[in-house]
C-alpha cells in the first residue's frame, strides 16, 4: 500500500482540530505547520515530499508558503476561504470589505500560482462554521446569552442561515484531497439546514437550557449598544453591518460539492460539546 504525505497549515484551528485524526483514521501520513503549539499527540512536521497540502490558516497567507509548497513537490492544494466573500463585498463596514478583498485576492494567487507551476488546486467556501465551543459564530451567540441572559435582534431577523459544522469542513478537505472531479474548481459548501437568524438564536437558547430571551432593537439603538460593547475585547470585531445582515439571506447550493466530493452535511443540532466551557 502506497503512503500518502499531506502537509497542513493552520493545523492548530477549529477545523484543523477536526481534520487531523480524520486523516490519521484513513491512512494519511501527516505533516503540520502552526503558529500556535500543538498538542503532544500531534503528528509533527518535517522535511520531504508531501504531495498533497491542505491550507486552513487564512487564504491570503498562503502565498507565503509557495516556495515551501513548490520545494515539497506538491501536487494537490486544499484551501479554505468563505463565502463571505460573496455576504461582505458590499457591507457598510470597512474592516469587513477589506476581509471580502483579501479572500478574492487570496484565491486569485492561489489558483494563479497553482496553475502556473501544474498543481492542482481545491477551493472550500464554507458558510458560518461553528463547532466544539472555538467558533467565533455560535459559541459567541452563546457566550453573550450566558453574560447577559438575552441576545439582541435588528428587526426581524428573518434572514436564512446555513450554519456547517467544523467535522463536516474537515469531511469536505479529506474527500478533496484525492476526489478526481475536484480538480481546479471552487465548492461552496454549506449547513444541511437552513433556517433564520432568529431560529438560529433561539436554538442556542435551547442547547444552553434556557428559555429564549431574544430583544428586538432598531438599529440606531444596537449601534449605541456596540459603543459599548466593543470597549470589552471580545466584542471588539462586532459591527452594526453584523445586524443589518440579520436581514439578509445568506444561502448557498453546495450540489456540486455532494456531486463530487461526497459532501454530506448534518442538519443544525447542537452538542454539548459544541458549546464553550
Not at 468563505?82 to 463596514?93: A, H, L, P, Q, Y
Not at 507551476?117 to 467565533?136: A, F, S
Not at 428586538?216 to 466593543?230: E, G, H
Request: charged residues 20%.
Amino acid at each position: 500500500m502506497v503512503e500518502l504525505h499531506v502537509g497542513v497549515l493552520g493545523a492548530s484551528s477549529l477545523v484543523g482540530e477536526c481534520l487531523l485524526p480524520m486523516l490519521r483514521d484513513v491512512g494519511w501520513r501527516v505533516a503540520v505547520f502552526s503558529r500556535h503549539p500543538l498538542p503532544q499527540s500531534s503528528p509533527r512536521s518535517g522535511e520531504g515530499v508531501k504531495p498533497f497540502w491542505v491550507c486552513l490558516a487564512p487564504i491570503w497567507v498562503l502565498p507565503d508558503y509557495f516556495a515551501l509548497l513548490e520545494a515539497s513537490d506538491a501536487r494537490r492544494v486544499v484551501v479554505l476561504s468563505s463565502t463571505s466573500r460573496f455576504t461582505k463585498v458590499g457591507s457598510g463596514d470597512t474592516a469587513e470589505q477589506a476581509t471580502a478583498a483579501k479572500l478574492i485576492d487570496g484565491e486569485v494567487r492561489v489558483r494563479a500560482w497553482a496553475e502556473s507551476r501544474g498543481v492542482e488546486w481545491v477551493i472550500l467556501r464554507p458558510t458560518l462554521i461553528y463547532g466544539i465551543g472555538r467558533d467565533k459564530n455560535i459559541s459567541e451567540i452563546a457566550r453573550f446569552i450566558r453574560r447577559f441572559g438575552f441576545f439582541p435582534l435588528f428587526g426581524n431577523a428573518n434572514g436564512l442561515r446555513q450554519p456547517i459544522h467544523a467535522e463536516d469542513v474537515a469531511a469536505a478537505c479529506v474527500s478533496a484531497l484525492q476526489a478526481p472531479d475536484a480538480a481546479n474548481r471552487a465548492y461552496n459548501i454549506s449547513g444541511g439546514a437552513t433556517l433564520s437568524y432568529r431560529d438560529m438564536v433561539a436554538r442556542v437558547f435551547t442547547a444552553l437550557g434556557r428559555r429564549p430571551r431574544l430583544l428586538t432593537v432598531p438599529l440606531w439603538a444596537f449601534r449605541l449598544a456596540l459603543t459599548t460593547l466593543r470597549c470589552l475585547p471580545r466584542y471588539r470585531q462586532w459591527s452594526a453591518a453584523m445586524a443589518e445582515r440579520m436581514n439578509r439571506d445568506l444561502v448557498f447550493n453546495h450540489t456540486d460539492a455532494v456531486r463530487d466530493l461526497g459532501f454530506k452535511p448534518r442538519g443544525f443540532a447542537l452538542a454539548a460539546e459544541d458549546l464553550p466551557l
